[in-house]
């Protein structure tokens, strides 16, 4: 070993000390600063609070399911349920809320809970009283299958997707008042609220549209303002429109007193029916135009009232599962 070989190994200490220290420093820093939060993925809504129980409160109850036949869409069968909320008193009728595609707006485990956000909602005073409706659509059967689960009964798209009042008549004509024998709610249309996602959603919103004397706020989340209702002319039968014609509807028409949500994903389905995520772009658009310009079209004398939120998810109820509580504190912001 020569000289310049005793000069490195001189240098070589201090600097594996110095090494050594900054490792050790470096290992401290990073057990002191907390680990970076994983990376939101797409589509990634998890719940709040709101939508999940919560043990020191007071909680309504949900009775169901119970089925229902209807004499306006015979030979079908659907179940409902109701949630009386918790201090329900019919002399003071409460709102009123009514969800389409009531197996999944009631799963305990699912992505809207409306159970859940009701009863939190109710208790910190947010909004007021509310019962709710819940209900699937028919199933043509004689009972309702046990075995369906999650699964839309068989008699969806003929229901929720047609533009004619017939679903809305089943609701308001047959069903809500069979509810009313038992519980009483109001019958003022601003306190009364329509809801559901995808076909659900559009059925609500045909339903509002129709007759906005029974409903006259909407929830619309993932709505299929699609041609899924679509059916062309044949030698027989007419021109059957779908739920695409909407927003050339809304510029042409009287506008409704309605309160209206609208969420959708930018990666919602595109299909042979339409592309879901343009479709309610269109809606919102259309329904802004009409408030625009309603003096210069004699579209007046009402408003829409309308609020919109766009996420990145695909066809899911996640995104407006996690809004629903913000939602409907929007929809009755103006109710004690």
């Known amino acids: 070993m020569n000289a310049g070989d005793d000069y490195h190994k001189g240098m070589l200490a201090p600097i594996a000390t110095f090494r050594l220290t900054c490792a050790a ?36 109850r949900l009775e169901g399911p119970f ?82 689960g999650m699964s839309n009964p068989n008699h969806r798209a003929e229901e929720y997707d047609a533009l004619s009042d017939t679903y809305a008549r089943m609701l308001t004509e047959e069903l809500l008042p069979h509810v009313a ?64 014609i909407y927003p050339g509807v809304i510029r042409k028409s009287k506008i409704r007193p309605l309160r209206i949500f609208i969420q959708d994903g930018s990666n919602d389905l595109d299909n042979e029916h339409g592309n879901w995520f343009l479709a309610n772009q269109q809606m919102v658009k259309s329904i802004e135009w009409a408030n625009a310009n309603a003096d210069k079209w004699d579209l007046g004398p009402h408003r829409y009232d309308l609020k919109y939120v766009w996420g990145d998810g695909a066809h899911s109820d996640q995104h407006g599962g996690a809004l629903l509580p913000d939602i409907l504190r929007w929809i009755w912001r103006d109710q004690k």
């Open 25 to 60: 420093a470096l290992f401290a820093l990073c057990m002191a600063v907390p680990v970076m939060a994983q990376e939101r993925k797409t589509g990634d809504y998890p719940l709040t609070a709101d939508s999940l129980v919560q043990a020191d409160i007071k909680h309504g």
């Open 67 to 148: 089925e229902f036949h209807s004499k306006l869409i015979p030979d079908t069968v659907r179940r409902y349920w109701i949630y009386v909320p918790a201090g329900y008193d019919a002399k003071t009728p409460p709102n009123l809320l009514v969800f389409q595609d009531g197996q999944r707006a009631t799963n305990p485990n699912g992505s809207l809970r409306v159970q859940n956000v009701l009863d939190n909602l109710i208790a910190k005073g947010e909004i007021p009283k509310t019962l709710g409706v819940f209900v699937t659509p028919g199933n043509t059967s004689a009972t309702y299958p046990d075995n369906l």
């Open 181 to 244: 024998k038992s519980y009483a709610f109001t019958s003022d249309p601003k306190r009364r609220v329509i809801g559901g996602t995808s076909s659900g959603a559009i059925a609500s919103f045909t339903t509002a549209w129709n007759h906005p004397e029974a409903f006259g706020n909407v929830i619309s989340i993932i709505g299929s303002y699609t041609s899924i209702g679509y059916k062309p002319a044949t030698a027989t039968t007419p021109f059957v429109p779908g739920g695409d």
